[in-house]
Every structure is written in structure tokens, then in C-alpha cells.
């Protein structure tokens, strides 16, 4: 005989008033501006971290095999963070002024799984 456990009822949860709190701060967010697409910042944000990026494999091709490479090594880490929050806002459409310059991850990651069936990667065949 299987057991089930009683349905979940608002009462036993304190979820009143959630919403609305929820909603009023999300009102308070959005009169301050911070929903606000910012590309002009991004542009300038991303032209910077490209810019650090090269200039750090450009100084682990120039250093060579030396212990300085660590310093750069840590150097890029920062970098990489940085590229990660780009694209992480990026993910969550807040980089460009129209939601369509992103495009959906989940579309591509389609197109990509089903063009690798039989025929390889975007319909080249396989050697």
C-alpha cells in the first residue's frame, strides 16, 4: 500500500504576502533603472576585456617558459572571470537593445545536437 503525504497547502507555509513584497520591490528595481539595457556600457566593457585578453596571451608568448608566466597565468584567470560575467549577462539579455541579438541557447544547442546526427556537425560528412 503506498502512502502519499497530504497536498501542500499556503496555510502551513509562510508564503503570504510574498508575492506582493516581490512585486513591489521588482516595481522599486525598475523605477531606479536597473533593468535597463545597457549597450553603450557593454560595448565599452567588452572592447576593454578583449583587449586585456590579448594583451595577456601576447605576454605569455613574449615571457615564453619562465616562472612570470604564473603571474600572467593569474592575470588571465581575472580575465576569464570577467569574460564569464560577459556572458553571463549576455545569457540573461541585458548586452544588447533587442532581445533577438542574443538568440535562444536552447534553439542553437538544437540545431547543433541534430545536425550531428548521421551526417557530422552541420551536415559535413564524416571522414
Known amino acids: 500500500m503506498a502512502v502519499t503525504p497530504p497536498p501542500l497547502r499556503c496555510r502551513a507555509l ?49 615571457i615564453g ?5 604564473l603571474t600572467v597565468a593569474g592575470f588571465l584567470a581575472v580575465v576569464f572571470g570577467q ?7 549576455a545569457a540573461h539579455r541585458q548586452v544588447f537593445r533587442r532581445r533577438r541579438a542574443v538568440g535562444d541557447p536552447a534553439r542553437r544547442y538544437k540545431m547543433v545536437v541534430d545536425s550531428s546526427s548521421d551526417e557530422g556537425l552541420a551536415g559535413i560528412q564524416p571522414a
Open 14 to 62: 509562510p508564503c503570504h504576502g510574498v508575492r506582493s513584497a516581490w512585486q513591489g520591490a521588482r516595481r522599486k528595481i525598475a523605477d531606479a533603472g536597473l533593468l535597463r539595457r545597457r549597450p553603450g556600457y557593454y560595448a565599452l566593457r567588452i572592447t576593454v576585456v578583449t583587449a586585456l585578453y590579448v594583451s595577456g596571451w601576447a605576454a605569455v608568448a613574449l
Open 65 to 69: 617558459d619562465s616562472r612570470w608566466t
Open 83 to 89: 569574460v564569464a560575467l560577459i556572458a553571463h549577462d
